[in-house]
Each structure stands twice: as structure tokens, then as C-alpha cells.
């Protein structure tokens, strides 16, 4: 019986060979494997000091797809590699230059250079540069392919289970969870770093938000318990629509006591807070249908106390006390939602 290694066969293609495909459009990432782009200057910059230098770089893994059939031109999906292409295409394409911060050797005669301004010894050595690329076979299925691309990063530290999550599922859940990143609040209320970005971290969060929608406060957020709701959703999930527009709404109520105040915005830019907000946006929708401004105001004193750490007493010291472990623990996220729903309430 043949295996997927019967539909794989290995070449070395250089770099012009690969930005080529990139520019003709038939390389495509598939973003069900990987994310968006997310390397950041610094690991493109030490990426093409390793080709200067004449070092290896990891393979890359491509899925051929369709055939052209009236040009030939075959199409194929990055499986992996794709930052590391879409490094290469963007130093060529003058998208940035050797920042010697960033540099091994930073006294080279490259520091500080765009493409353009290698010597041409080094611009050739860049397009003849060879990029070791297993080829998989169109008839391979892409169950196959989602098994291959686990099995290739769970024996490493590349990926976290959010990104895991998002190469073995393609349905409705992670399509619901990555429309909702769109929202102008996640960038407003700082909630979230570069690293968390690039990590996925913002969609793992996020899904936390739509399991308490969709399953109530009492529900785990393990990561067991995630990967369950991803599951149970994927193919089927007929309140897609209505859950999408409850979360924007809820998002609405949030960003009201995020603009009332710097002091605001900076307790709400922990996850913690947020979670616990967003939960109590949830009782104040469904009572009131928005926040009313006594809420704000509540809210504000409530911050205002909270950032007093030598007069933090009573509902305020117990609160800030469940807050330092985190969403995790389902007792204290009900015990903080029953907390800020009082103080917002009185």
C-alpha cells in the first residue's frame, strides 16, 4: 500500500526560480496551514544573512494543485516555508535593508543595504541561492496533508496550539474567530503584542470570548476544552450569524468604557480585565441593551480604586486578588464577573 512519502519527491530550486512563481501568482499560501506573514524585520534581515553567507536554510514544502492547461503553468499551496519566502521576495522587492542592529557581522559590505545596493556578486549569489523544496503530488488529499503538516511541527517548538488548531481545522469556528480579528478594538485597547500576533495568540483569545457566548462562563477554556468547541463547530454551527453580531455588539459596550479614560483603557489592555468586561457587557446587553452611563461612571471609580494599592479594600482588593491568576481558573472568572457586575450595578 502506498504511503504519502510515495507522493513526495525532493529538487533544489533557486531562488529566481521560487520569487518567479511568487510573481506569476502560483505560489499560494494556504492560510489554513499558516497565518498571514508574521516574521518580523529582524528575522528577515538574519534570514538573508544566512543566504550571504552561504548557510542552509530549512526546506520548504510545497503542494502541487492545478495545472494550466493552456499555459502548463502548475499552481501549488506553501505547506511551509512561507515566511521564509516571503522574506526573500521582500528584500528583493526593496521592502527593507540589512539593518546592522539586526546583523551577525555587521562591519560586512553588505550592512545597511537594500538589494539594489549589493555588489552584483552578492545580488547573484542571492538568485542562485538553492532552497532544498519537497514537492507533494496533486493526488495526495489534503486529510493527508493536514496530518503531514502536524506530524512535521509537533516534534518542535515551531508551533503553539492555536496554531496547531488553525492547520487541523478549516471550518466555521476558525473562520468566525479570524473575521472577528478585523475589529478596530483589539489595535485600540493595546491587548495584544507583536509576539501575540505573529503567535496567534489574539484568535485563541478571541475564541475564548465566543465559547462564553456560546457556552456560558461555566465552560472550561482549557486548551482541551478549546480544541472540543473547535471541533463541535467546525462543519456545522447554525448561530454563526448571530453569534457574529452579539460579539460586535458586545465589543460596542466594551469600547464605551474603554474611551472614558486613559486609566481605563490601561487596566482593560490586560486580558483578565477584558474577559471580565466583556462577560459583564453580556448581562448589561442582555438587561439593558447597552451600557448606561451610571455603568460608566461606576466603571471609572471602580478603576480609580483599583490603581489606589494602599486603599484597596473589600469587593476591590478581592477582585484584584482573583485577577492576578488569569482567565483560567473557572471559580475565580465567575467569582470576578459577580464582582463587577455588583460594583457596576450599585
Do not use: C
Not at 54 to 77: C, H, K, M, Q, V
Not at 144 to 167: C, G, H, K, W, Y
Not at 316 to 344: D, H, V
Amino acid at each position: 500500500m502506498a504511503s504519502i512519502t510515495d507522493y513526495i519527491y525532493i529538487e533544489r530550486k533557486d531562488v529566481k526560480w521560487l520569487t518567479d512563481q511568487i510573481k506569476n501568482e502560483l505560489l499560494h499560501v494556504d492560510n489554513t496551514f499558516q497565518r498571514q506573514y508574521i516574521w518580523t524585520v529582524k528575522n528577515q534581515i538574519r534570514l538573508i544573512e544566512t543566504i550571504l553567507l552561504g548557510y542552509a536554510i530549512p526546506e520548504i514544502y510545497l503542494w502541487e494543485r492545478d495545472t494550466e492547461s493552456e499555459s502548463g503553468n502548475t499552481n501549488f499551496s506553501v505547506i511551509d516555508g512561507q515566511q521564509r519566502l516571503g522574506s526573500i521576495f521582500n528584500f528583493i522587492n526593496g521592502d527593507f535593508k540589512l539593518n546592522g542592529t539586526y546583523l551577525d557581522f555587521r562591519d560586512a559590505g553588505y550592512t545597511g543595504k537594500t538589494f539594489t545596493e549589493l555588489t552584483e556578486s552578492e545580488r547573484n549569489q542571492i538568485w542562485k541561492y538553492p532552497i532544498s523544496v519537497r514537492f507533494i503530488k496533486d493526488n495526495v488529499s489534503r486529510e493527508d496533508i493536514v496530518n503531514m503538516f502536524l506530524r512535521l511541527n509537533s516534534t518542535t517548538t515551531t508551533l503553539n496550539p492555536q496554531e496547531l488548531r488553525n492547520a487541523e481545522y478549516s471550518g466555521l469556528f476558525l473562520r468566525l474567530a479570524n473575521e472577528l480579528t478585523e475589529n478596530p478594538i483589539w489595535l485600540e485597547s493595546s491587548l495584544f503584542t507583536g509576539l501575540d500576533y505573529r503567535r496567534m495568540k489574539d484568535i485563541e483569545f478571541i475564541s475564548s470570548l465566543l465559547i462564553f457566548i456560546r457556552l456560558g462562563i461555566e465552560e472550561e477554556t482549557t486548551q482541551k476544552s478549546i480544541n472540543k468547541v473547535y471541533d463541535t463547530f467546525n462543519e456545522e454551527y447554525p448561530d454563526y450569524e448571530e453569534d457574529k453580531n452579539l460579539f460586535e455588539n458586545l465589543l460596542s459596550i466594551v469600547k464605551k468604557f474603554l474611551d472614558a479614560s486613559d486609566s481605563n483603557k490601561k487596566l482593560i489592555s490586560r486580558k483578565v480585565h477584558f474577559y471580565t468586561l466583556f462577560t459583564v457587557a453580556y448581562y448589561l446587553f442582555q438587561k439593558y441593551g447597552d451600557a448606561q452611563q451610571k455603568h460608566i461612571d461606576n466603571f471609572n471609580a471602580f478603576v480609580e480604586d483599583y490603581g489606589d494599592t494602599e486603599n484597596r479594600v473589600g469587593l476591590i482588593e478581592e477582585y484584584f486578588q482573583l485577577g492576578q491568576e488569569g482567565t483560567q481558573r473557572k471559580s475565580n472568572r465567575m467569582r470576578r464577573f459577580e464582582i463587577l457586575k455588583e460594583i457596576l450595578e450599585k
